[in-house]
């Protein structure tokens, strides 16, 4: 009799133990996934070779900074100013590592807005115009990012430039990482303002206007290396690039420029 109670006893036992240790190994899950998500304060990245990964710490930084990151990318000033504004890319575009504390607020904003160096020159790499294609919170961001050190900020690197796949898909890689595509738009359409040139916009890179003033390879890359100045200043002016991009680069965009409608 007490044998038939005890095992009636384990019986109703039984089923509470087992789901306590579910409850307890759900628990641990959650804590361990959380752990490992959200607890990370390093970023894991592929090195330039592709023959490892190495772990990035990133220190906090405000989100005025961090847009200013990001934009400093999108727009390609790294291109010309170097990783993080360390320079070393020509020797007429100067590092900003020391600018933020060299420079005013109100001079950082002027240069972004109103470009820097020598326009008239085509072999000589020029800071243009900035203020008719970035908004004033853009400007701002950027400055308070050159102000902060150009710290390193999560996420902020270029786009890659696919290998082997052919001049016009890395071209149109190149597109974007050099900043083309946000004055000539995407697929060269074109369409931003330019509001003192002649024809108030900056001219697509497609269409049958383009195709017949730049018929030639040779046409389209000597634009890409010496840049375009319309108009009277300040005005949206396409850079020089030729101090800057490769003989390679230069014909890969010609490519990809070639592919649009």
Request: charged share 15%; hydrophobic share 40%.
């Amino acid at each position: 009799m007490a044998d038939d109670e005890r095992s009636r006893r384990e019986v109703r036992i039984l089923p509470a133990v087992i789901a306590a240790g579910v409850a307890v190994a759900i628990a641990v899950g959650i804590v361990a996934y959380a752990a490992g998500h959200y607890g990370e304060r390093t970023k894991t990245l592929p090195t330039q070779a592709g023959s490892g990964t190495v772990a990035v710490s990133y220190p906090k930084v405000s989100p005025q900074v961090a847009a200013g990151a990001h934009t400093f990318v999108q727009f390609a000033c790294v291109q010309c100013h170097g990783f993080r504004g360390r320079g070393g890319v020509d020797p007429a575009v100067p590092a900003l590592k020391t600018a933020g504390q060299s420079l005013t607020v109100a001079q950082l904003t002027h240069i972004i807005n109103h470009g820097l160096g020598e326009s008239a020159n085509p072999k000589q790499p020029y800071m243009p115009v900035w203020g008719e294609v970035l908004s004033k919170t853009q400007v701002a961001s950027l400055v308070a990012y050159i102000r902060a050190g150009l710290p390193p900020v999560a996420d902020t690197q270029p786009v890659s430039i696919p290998q082997g796949q052919g001049a016009a898909v890395a071209g149109a890689a190149l597109y974007v990482r050099y900043g083309c595509i946000n004055c000539h738009g995407p697929n060269g359409l074109g369409g931003v303002p330019n509001p003192l040139s002649e024809d108030k916009t900056i001219p697509p890179l497609s269409g049958g206007d383009f195709r017949g003033e730049f018929d030639t390879d040779a046409k389209i890359a000597a634009v890409i290396r010496s840049g375009s100045v319309l108009g009277k200043a300040p005005i949206v002016s396409m850079p020089h690039w030729g101090g800057i991009l490769s003989d390679q680069q230069i014909a890969e965009l010609t490519a990809y420029l070639k592919t649009l409608k």
